[in-house]
């Protein structure tokens, strides 16, 4: 039984020699001719193929960080007080001249405040009012700045359902301003206002009056709420038509 199972042992290491090496370099070199002859007797090698599975993976750019500084600057946080100092009530605004003039949501603005406290990076300023409009729910705050950052404007027709955009806004965070940002997309685009999907709840009390801004940072509108906890962007045409309204009336 030993020598048996040498003799399988010796014949099977012969089998492999004589299949992986001697024969192929016989057919190579064609040994007297007999290559053709050679090939049948050759047993083809077991083959083990490795495929690289390829994976494509798509990855967002990720430009939203380069939009925040550029337009957080034009981003304001104004606080209202009565005459006795106490909170009233505050929202975001944007700034739309150079020399002072600030838009906001009019329904944050107090009957009977006192004093306007304004933020604007870097800076903390007095504001008051400088005019209003009811129908489109707006007001101008005047501040004694002739250095404010403003925003170039996107192009409205351009605009797109699905379209992504970014909401920059400010709020007071253990007495310190802090800016946060919320990107959405446009889900409906009804009469002049465009609908967005932020979640009911979600910064509410405090996204009122921020910028929405285009992938280039150019200014769309402004975040307003309506009646019933929807939350729309009012076209920058809205904000516009009330500062020319205002410098037409304005004593010169």
């Not at 001719?33 to 090939?39: C, E, F, I, R, Y």
């Not at 750019?61 to 304001?76: A, L």
């Not at 306007?116 to 005019?131: D, E, N, P, R």
Request: hydrophobic fraction near 45%; charged fraction near 20%.
């Amino acid at each position: 039984m030993k020598r048996l199972i040498f003799i399988l042992i010796i014949g099977g290491i012969g089998g492999v020699l004589l299949n992986n090496l001697v024969l192929p370099v016989l057919i190579e070199i064609n040994f007297l001719g007999s290559a053709n002859l050679l090939k049948f007797l050759v047993k083809p090698q077991a083959e083990i193929m490795i495929r690289e599975t390829e994976r494509v993976v798509t990855v967002e750019p990720d430009f939203w960080k380069e939009v925040v500084p550029k337009v957080e600057r034009s981003t304001i946080f104004v606080q209202y007080f009565s005459s006795a100092g106490t909170l009233i009530s505050q929202s975001n605004g944007i700034t739309l001249t150079n020399d002072g003039l600030i838009v906001v949501p009019l329904n944050t603005v107090p009957k009977n405040f006192s004093t306007a406290q304004i933020f604007i990076t870097g800076k903390i300023l007095k504001g008051s009012l400088a005019t209003i409009d009811s129908a489109s729910n707006l007001a101008l705050i005047k501040v004694d700045d002739s250095s404010l950052p403003i925003l170039d404007f996107v192009d409205l027709n351009g605009l797109l359902l699905g379209q992504h955009i970014l909401i920059i806004g400010k709020k007071i965070d253990v007495s310190e301003v802090k800016t946060f940002a919320h990107t959405s997309l446009i889900t409906e685009i009804t009469g002049q206002v465009f609908f967005i999907d932020l979640e009911r709840g979600q910064q509410r009390g405090q996204i009122s009056g921020a910028p929405a801004v285009d992938s280039k940072g150019k200014l769309i509108g402004m975040i307003q709420i309506d009646s019933s906890g929807q939350v729309f962007i009012m076209p920058y045409n809205f904000l516009k038509d009330l500062l020319e309204k205002y410098l037409s009336q304005a004593p010169s």
